[in-house]
């Protein structure tokens, strides 16, 4: 069993910054590519960005520039650092990653972001 738990959303004005983390603990012997996407009331679930298990960082085209995924592997540990916010970037934040051999797919409860005009 994996649990995946996210931490540092909350309220920020326009412009400001957040870090969000989610940390993975369980049974886990190898976690690959690691990932958060986000949901908007309304919408459906977006990727917001994955950085695979040797650093390489993919991004969603709304979020290049102003969004950094990072990871601590020796804390099974996941990082979104989000500057320069926008009322649009409201929206609960989850992450996932794909664990052990068969790249099991695991997810976090996700975190509420809103960002204030």
């Known amino acids: 069993q994996v649990q995946l738990v996210e931490s540092g959303g909350g309220l920020v004005q326009a412009g400001g910054s957040l870090r969000l983390s989610c940390a993975a603990s369980?049974?886990?012997?190898?976690?690959?590519?690691m990932g958060w996407y986000r949901q908007a009331p309304g919408k459906q679930r977006e990727l917001v960005g994955r950085i695979t298990s040797g650093g390489t960082t993919i991004y969603a085209d709304s979020v290049k520039g102003r969004f950094t995924i990072s990871r601590d592997n020796a804390k099974n540990t996941v990082y979104l650092q989000m500057n320069s916010l926008k009322p649009e970037d409201t929206a609960v934040y989850s992450c996932?990653?794909?664990?052990?051999?068969?790249?099991?797919?695991?997810w976090g409860q996700g975190t509420q972001v809103t960002v204030s005009s």
């Open positions: 369980g049974s886990i012997f190898s976690i690959g590519t």
């Open positions: 996932n990653a794909k664990v052990g051999a068969y790249e099991d797919t695991y």
